[in-house]
């Protein structure tokens, strides 16, 4: 008989990357906020910061350190303009890229968005044993990759395994 596991609410960060959002038309970043706390998780922090790698930078970073946050989540910045760097400020500071996730967002997403997927550069990694997702900017892809991923791999009773049980172990060295 396998014993079930209890559920393990989170610490979540969440950063909206954008020139032109706020907290009244941030769309992509309430529905993260509102996913992960129905999902039982708390919100440790929301911010919002232009399209700027060193303003992305330093919230993140200010996050990494923080003992209470465990997850970070971010939307905007992953495509492939210009102004887009949120790819560019966030794998520095990566001491593991988890490159299974923006591989299999990119499979979920082609069944929404077909070929167009192709320009997003979402990402994942670890950072002083705090997860980072990178997500692009549109409520559609957020929403997808929270239900289609980032729910599961963040929750204590996924079979068979999880990436919450691996977080006593990511300081290691």
């Known amino acids: 008989m396998t014993a079930t596991r209890d559920f393990l609410p989170l610490n979540i960060a969440v950063l ?14 309430a529905l993260l906020v509102s996913l992960l706390t129905d999902a039982g998780h708390r919100l440790a922090e929301k ?14 970073s200010r996050w990494i350190v923080d003992e209470e946050v465990q997850v970070v989540l971010t939307t905007g910045g992953t495509g492939v303009t210009g102004r887009d760097g949120t790819p560019e400020a966030v794998t520095p500071l990566l001491d593991k890229v988890i490159d299974g996730f923006g591989e299999t967002f990119r499979q979920l997403s082609y069944q929404s968005i077909g070929t167009s997927t192709l320009q997003s550069r979402a990402l994942a990694g670890v950072a002083n044993g705090t997860y980072l997702f990178c997500l692009p900017g549109s409520s559609g892809a957020c929403k997808d ?11 204590y009773r996924t079979r068979p395994c999880n990436l919450v049980e691996l977080m006593p172990r990511l300081r290691e060295t």
């Open 47 to 60: 911010a919002i910061v232009p399209d700027d790698k060193y303003r992305i930078r330093e919230v993140i």
């Open 16 to 29: 909206t990357v954008s020139d032109s959002r706020t907290e009244q038309d941030d769309k992509s970043g």
């Open 145 to 155: 990759a929270w239900t289609g991923l980032i729910s599961a791999q963040l929750d």
